[in-house]
């Protein structure tokens, strides 16, 4: 039972957290073209009345193509479109890998610098030990963490 009350807190952040990453594999299995094309016109399929962007979310549009008679019949505007016709959804989740790639070279690129600041510590390099903080007299509890951004006096 404790364990229930320990894990209790997290569940809505893991409900939450769920929700992002459907929502982010329905973006990213639509094509692409649905975030680089513009589609100027459409029907809403089944009744047949004439629209234009920006889409209402939750539609379903027959759209056309801005520049060709091309006809895509039947598309989903999950959470709507852009004034260009544009599927929002599509372009959420395209932005967002590229977002999580950038994240992602951050974090090595920090854990690259810590282990080799770390290595050169333990080394005993005395230029890291003084760029670091700890090399200027101070105890090793009044460290100061140069990139964590907190400081301890």
């Known amino acids: 039972m404790k364990w229930v009350r320990a894990v209790l ?3 809505p952040c893991a409900l939450l957290f769920g929700a992002l990453a ?6 990213l299995s639509q094509p692409v073209r649905w975030a680089e094309r513009r589609y100027i016109l459409g029907y809403l399929s089944g009744s047949g009345q004439e629209v234009a962007p920006a889409y209402a ?4 549009v027959d759209v056309f193509e801005q520049g060709s ?3 895509y ?3 989903l505007y999950v959470i709507g479109s852009d004034a260009g016709g544009r599927d929002l959804l599509v372009l959420i989740a395209h932005g967002a890998v590229l977002s999580l790639e ?3 070279l951050v974090v090595v690129l ?3 610098i810590g282990i080799a600041a770390g290595v050169a510590m333990g080394l005993g390099s005395r ?3 003084s760029a670091a903080g700890r090399g200027s007299g101070r105890s090793r509890s009044r460290w100061r963490w140069s990139a964590g951004g907190t400081s301890r006096s």
């Open 9 to 11: 807190p997290f569940v």
């Open 22 to 27: 459907a929502l982010l594999w329905i973006g």
């Open 57 to 60: 979310p939750l539609s379903r």
């Open 69 to 71: 008679n091309v006809r």
């Open 73 to 75: 019949d039947g598309h």
């Open 102 to 104: 950038v994240v992602l």
């Open 110 to 112: 920090r854990l690259l």
């Open 127 to 129: 230029r890291v030990q």
